[in-house]
């Protein structure tokens, strides 16, 4: 499966750039779209002169009844998988996943950032993924309905660093959703905004992102071949 992949480098360093993320979007979105989104995101990044890869999800966005092949044909709303937040069986995710995985070889990512239905996507990521991630963030993320797919992330204690980002208001993923998605993981940091379901860009979130980005010490030596085999 072909995955649709753009990359933004909010820094320009001399060789290459830093780190990488793998950068999903929420339902109903696309790349194009969580880039302008997640704009409030790249100051603090830029200072580790990091890149992000922005993916297309592989499926149009449908309900139940709606034809599949022309919601395919749609590259302007994307998913990860078939339906909504609240389907109970995530039709589609297995094959997302063998691509987003095959992305993360291919491209030698190094974190993932993910918002909504991408960040629960991005979540049971980073219990598959290998390597494994350096760290996530994580914006409006929800505990994955479907457990088969997701039964990985469930067994919890993920030993990922992980940054989750949600919105008190957030009537689309209410608080106490992200709350249970963030104690999956070991040792969260775990940051409630006064917004909605949104992606906020306000200064006190850029600075507990920066904070955290800090604490993980991600400067790193060259890499070797043998990093990836």
Same mark, same amino acid.
């Given at each position: 499966?072909?995955?649709?992949?753009?990359?933004?480098?909010?820094?320009?360093?001399?060789?290459?750039?830093?780190?990488?993320?793998? +950068?999903?979007?929420?339902?109903?979105?696309?790349?194009?779209?969580?880039?302008?989104?997640?704009?409030?995101?790249?100051?603090?990044?830029?200072?580790?002169?990091?890149?992000?890869?922005?993916?297309?999800?592989? #499926?149009?966005?449908? +309900?139940?009844?709606?034809?599949?092949?022309?919601?395919?044909?749609?590259?302007?709303?994307?998913?990860?998988?078939?339906?909504?937040?609240?389907?109970?069986?995530?039709?589609?995710?297995?094959?997302?996943?063998?691509?987003?995985?095959?992305?993360?070889?291919?491209?030698?990512?190094?974190?993932?950032?993910?918002?909504?239905?991408?960040?629960?996507?991005?979540?049971?990521?980073?219990?598959?993924? $290998?390597?494994?991630?350096?760290?996530?963030?994580?914006?409006?993320? #929800?505990?994955?309905?479907?457990?088969?797919?997701?039964?990985?992330?469930?067994?919890?204690?993920?030993?990922?660093?992980?940054?989750?980002?949600?919105?008190?208001?957030?009537?689309?993923?209410?608080?106490?959703?992200?709350?249970?998605?963030?104690?999956?993981?070991?040792?969260?940091?775990?940051?409630?905004?006064?917004?909605?379901?949104?992606?906020?860009?306000?200064?006190?979130?850029? $600075?507990?992102?920066?904070?955290?980005l800090q604490s993980l010490g991600l400067a790193r030596p060259a890499r070797t071949d043998?990093?990836?085999?």
């Amino acid at each position: 499966m072909f995955l649709r992949l753009m990359s933004s480098v909010v820094a320009a360093p001399a060789e290459s750039p830093s780190l990488k993320l793998l +950068a999903l979007h929420g339902y109903s979105q696309n790349g194009a779209v969580f880039r302008d989104r997640s704009g409030g995101f790249r100051k603090p990044l830029k200072k580790l002169g990091a890149e992000l890869l922005y993916v297309d999800g592989p #499926f149009g966005c449908t +309900a139940q009844g709606e034809d599949e092949v022309e919601a395919d044909a749609d590259l302007e709303k994307r998913a990860w998988w078939r339906g909504g937040s609240r389907q109970e069986t995530y039709v589609g995710w297995r094959e997302s996943r063998a691509a987003l995985c095959s992305t993360w070889q291919r491209e030698r990512c190094d974190g993932v950032l993910g918002f909504s239905q991408g960040a629960a996507a991005a979540a049971m990521l980073c219990a598959d993924l $290998e390597p494994m991630p350096k760290f996530a963030i994580i914006v409006s993320g #929800f505990v994955p309905r479907d457990r088969d797919v997701a039964s990985s992330l469930l067994k919890g204690g993920l030993p990922v660093p992980s940054f989750h980002l949600f919105g008190s208001t957030d009537t689309l993923v209410e608080p106490d959703r992200s709350r249970a998605l963030a104690a999956l993981f070991e040792s969260p940091t775990v940051v409630e905004h006064t917004g909605g379901h949104m992606v906020p860009s306000s200064a006190p979130v850029r $600075e507990q992102l920066g904070a955290f980005l800090q604490s993980l010490g991600l400067a790193r030596p060259a890499r070797t071949d043998t990093d990836y085999r």
